[in-house]
């Protein structure tokens, strides 16, 4: 019923930037909060960047100040900007959005199939 379809990712060096997006589609009522999590090898999936559809957004400590999480204005597709690159940055980052299918009460959790990031050092 909703497909996340993500772009924008690669190789690059430390330091360097890339900028993620995240479009939704399919049949469904409304997107609450989308966002970003990542998972590099051996690790669990961690939170990155969200923003709600209100606006306000949510940044792991790890990624303030050099990442940038945005949506546009039909809220149908998320973008993260991703600056000062660093090899820790290196995973495969996953977008993420809470669906309601039918109306706004109860939403479901979608998930896109993955792009990979990969900063060398």
């Known amino acids: 019923q909703v497909q996340l379809v993500e772009s924008g990712g690669g190789l690059v060096q430390a330091g360097g930037s890339l900028r993620l997006s995240c479009a939704a589609s399919?049949?469904?009522?409304?997107?609450?909060?989308m966002g970003w999590y990542r998972q590099a090898p051996g690790k669990q999936r961690e939170l990155v960047a969200t923003v709600t559809s209100g606006g306000t957004t949510n940044y792991a400590d790890s990624v303030k100040g050099r990442f940038t999480i945005s949506r546009d204005n039909a809220k149908t597709t998320v973008d993260l900007q991703m600056n000062s690159l660093k090899p820790e940055d290196t995973a495969t980052y996953y977008c993420n959005a809470d669906v309601g299918l039918y109306g706004p009460s109860r939403t479901y959790a979608y998930w896109g199939q993955g792009t990979q990031v990969t900063v060398s050092s």
């Open positions: 399919g049949s469904f009522y409304v997107i609450k909060t």
